[in-house]
């Protein structure tokens, strides 16, 4: 058996990492700020120009990436116990996508330029709407889940690009969410996040044991006293809207669900009731490095940060696939 680090341990490693990195996150960019800055940009008054950018761009930004890792990681890990696949996340099965065709749709209908809860609203209908087609799809047949979910994330994803064309005028704005950005993350977008994610986890987490059964074969689950239809629907409703609440305001980031859980699975093993805050801290500290380099790595150019996790996460997933091939 593979040993691991003591749970009480990684936790604090991966939180001391974690802590770091923002840090970092906050010091790096455009406009480098020494960490005595940071300090001072946070607690003293009045705001000068390295405040301004610390308080309204850099922290915001920072808390952002944070909870869209965490969320998106933990939805991946729910993902993968539903469907009884390691491969499944929300990227690969279309709910990322599906959120992302919603938001745009109410974006060219000007429905999401006002009120700021319609935002992560027709996220989640999106989210819902590709969820239930994908869990539809997985009672047919467990074995073309992933292919299917590709196929229905590439119709969505299409949808969006025609929403794109047709809707010109904000096209670097739209084109460049669609692909993953932490640019426009304010304090009232993280706070809807974060109530977002403090309920999902919550929910999730009180389940955890429920996961361990469901990766059982039904009957072994069921014997064990485990409503498995129900558990599935009340777990795809909170991974939903834990999808919705990071896709909505950050966009598309692909393979983030599917990289943080197998991380974690190597440094905590298998068992949820770790792995879904090891996954947590992994996805967050994936994310907010990733977007650091993304945002540094050209200097004054940013890229987007899916595709930084889609260079990391591809790789991962052609192993994955090619080793099912092989099993069977």
């Keep these: 058996m593979r040993k691991t680090l003591p749970f009480p341990l990684l936790i604090i490693i991966l939180s001391i990492i974690l802590a770091s990195l923002m840090i970092l996150g906050i010091c790096l960019g455009s ?21 301004f ?14 909870l869209c890792g965490a969320m998106l990681g933990v939805c991946g890990v729910v993902f993968q116990a539903v469907f009884r696949n390691p491969m499944a ?42 969820s239930l087609i994908v869990m539809a799809i997985s009672r047919n047949s467990q074995r073309t889940l992933i292919l299917s979910g590709v196929a229905l994330s590439s119709l969505f994803s299409a949808l969006t690009t025609l929403v794109v064309y047709l809707h010109r005028h904000e096209l670097a ?4 969410w669609t692909m993953g950005s932490f640019s426009a993350m304010n304090m009232n977008k993280v706070t809807i996040m974060l109530v977002t994610a403090i309920a999902a986890f919550v929910a999730i987490g009180f389940k955890a044991r429920a996961l361990d059964l469901l990766l059982l074969d039904e009957g072994s689950a069921r014997s064990l006293g485990l409503n498995v239809e129900g558990t599935r629907r009340f777990m795809l409703f909170a991974a939903t809207i834990c999808t919705a609440g990071a896709v909505c305001f950050c966009g598309v980031i692909g393979f983030a669900g599917l990289l943080a859980p197998h991380i974690a699975r190597l440094l905590s093993g298998n068992e949820h009731k770790r792995l879904i805050p090891v996954t947590a801290l992994t996805g967050a500290i994936l994310i907010l490095a990733s977007d650091t380099v993304s945002r540094t790595i050209m200097g004054s150019t940013e890229i987007p940060v899916g595709v930084i996790t889609s260079i990391l996460g591809a790789p991962l997933f052609i192993s994955l696939a090619s080793g099912r091939r092989s099993a069977q």
């Design 89 to 130: 996340d929300p990227y690969l099965l279309g709910v990322s996508s599906g959120a992302s065709l919603a938001v745009a749709l109410g974006s060219l209908a000007g429905l999401s330029m006002g009120f700021l809860p319609s935002i992560p609203l027709l996220a989640f209908i999106g989210a819902m709407v590709a």
């Design 53 to 66: 950018i610390i308080r309204n761009i850099r922290i915001p930004r920072v808390l952002g990436s944070v």
């Design 31 to 51: 406009v480098q700020i020494s960490i005595k800055s940071v300090i001072e940009g946070i607690f003293r008054t009045p705001e000068n120009t390295h405040q």
């Design 173 to 176: 704005n739209i084109l460049f």
